[in-house]
Every structure is written in structure tokens, then in C-alpha cells.
């Protein structure tokens, strides 16, 4: 299984911009796909986007499309989820993870948004 | 809006088993292999079932998968306090190019 270590909780205001990390520190995401996933409070999960660590690659779900950017930076082994204006509704605990086959075989620990005036 | 339907909660006493099934369309189910994925409170996702039947190295053989149809199913047997999570099922959808999650099924030990 790999390691996926995710940035730290974050509490913004609405209209804020905010960029949220995801890293494997003992390996390269060079030929692989690392997914985002939205939870919700109290919610299921919902697939977001995936970006492919060898060429940037990225493909976002319909409803997450425009809302958000999902880049990489293969030399720092790491993946960003950002928003360029957040919104209360953006309030959720995001997940990084490790995709094969539309498989997530490993995960972060989650990153907290808040997103409140 | 999912387009995979799971039960909201299922519930049995320690030592008995659970199945929990995941409803979907020819367009995911039927045409892509299923995951399934244990969320413990307050915890990430954790992968338990891939490619509808296999079990990642540590998961327990009480966990089982399957998949008929536009239909797949966990079964959880031997059931302990510690298997109360919500479950996951998860594939891609040919029609839509998108990976989908069902809904979540909530496993009460009572």
C-alpha cells in the first residue's frame, strides 16, 4: 500500500482561494492516476477528478468541471486540489488517493475544508 | 446524485453475516470490475474488495465480493463491533466516462 500524506486542515472565508496538497513521500506518481474525492458532512463520497502523474493528464467529473483545478508536481511526488473562490458549499473533508482500474487502493488521511464568513 | 443505489443500513448481532448490495446499470456495473470500500468513523476510505472478488493483502476472508448483472454484493460473515463503518461500492461508468460511488450502506452491530 502507498503512503499519501495530505496538508493540513483549512478554515477560509468565502471567495477565498485555497490549494490543498497531497504527497507520497516514499514514491513516484510518475505512471500513476491519484484521484480527489469530496465528502460532505455527514455525506457519501463523491468522485471529483483524476490527473495522471506521467503527463498531467487530468479528467474531472461533470460536476466538479469549472469548479475546481486539479494539478501535479511529479518532482515533489505531489498532487494539488485548488479553488480559485470558495463557496460555503465547498465545505467538506477532501480525500487524496491512488487510482488502478477505477480502483482507490490507497488513501490520505483527508484534508478539512471550512469555508465560512 | 448517485447512480449506484445501496441500502441505508443494514444490521445483524456479533458473529452473524451481512450482505450489502450495490444497484447499478449496464453502463457501470455490468461492464466495469466493482470495489468496495470501508469507512471507519471519523476515518479515511479503505479499499476491502477489488475487481468485484479479489481482497487486498490484509483485509480478513470475511469479507467477500461479487458481482451478477447490474448487480454486486458484499457479504460481511463472523460479524464484530469493530465492522461498523459505512460501505462503499465503487466503479467506473462507460456512458458517463466517470468514476461513481453508490450511496453508502451504514453496518449496525447490534
Known amino acids: 500500500e502507498v503512503q499519501l500524506v495530505q496538508s493540513g486542515a483549512e478554515v477560509k472565508k468565502p471567495g477565498d482561494s485555497l490549494k490543498i496538497s497531497c504527497q507520497g513521500p516514499d514514491y513516484s506518481f510518475s505512471s500513476d492516476w491519484i484521484g480527489w474525492v469530496r465528502q460532505r458532512p455527514g455525506k457519501g463520497l463523491e468522485w471529483m477528478g483524476i490527473i495522471y502523474g506521467g503527463d498531467s493528464d487530468t479528467r474531472y467529473s461533470p460536476s466538479f468541471e469549472g469548479q475546481v483545478t486539479i494539478s501535479a508536481d511529479i518532482s515533489k511526488s505531489t498532487a494539488y486540489l485548488q479553488w480559485s473562490s470558495l463557496k460555503a458549499s465547498d465545505t467538506a473533508m477532501y480525500y487524496c488517493?491512488?487510482?488502478?482500474?477505477?480502483?482507490?487502493?490507497?488513501w490520505g488521511q483527508g484534508t478539512q475544508v471550512t469555508v465560512s464568513s | 446524485q448517485s447512480v449506484l443505489t445501496q441500502p441505508p443500513s443494514v444490521s445483524a448481532a456479533p458473529g452473524q453475516k451481512v450482505t450489502i448490495s450495490c444497484s447499478g446499470s449496464s453502463s457501470n456495473i455490468a461492464d466495469n470490475y466493482v470495489s468496495w470500500y470501508q469507512q471507519l468513523p471519523g476515518a479515511a476510505p479503505k479499499l476491502l474488495i477489488y475487481d468485484n472478488d479479489k481482497r487486498p493483502s490484509g483485509i480478513p476472508d470475511r469479507f467477500s465480493g461479487s458481482k451478477s448483472g447490474t448487480s454486486a454484493t458484499l457479504g460481511i460473515t463472523g460479524l464484530q463491533t469493530g465492522d461498523e463503518a459505512d460501505y462503499y461500492c465503487?466503479?467506473?461508468?462507460?456512458?458517463?466516462?466517470?468514476?461513481?460511488f453508490g450511496t453508502g450502506t451504514k453496518v449496525t452491530v447490534l
Open positions: 488517493g491512488r487510482i488502478e482500474m477505477a480502483t482507490f487502493d490507497s
Open positions: 465503487g466503479t467506473w461508468d462507460s456512458d458517463l466516462s466517470d468514476g461513481v
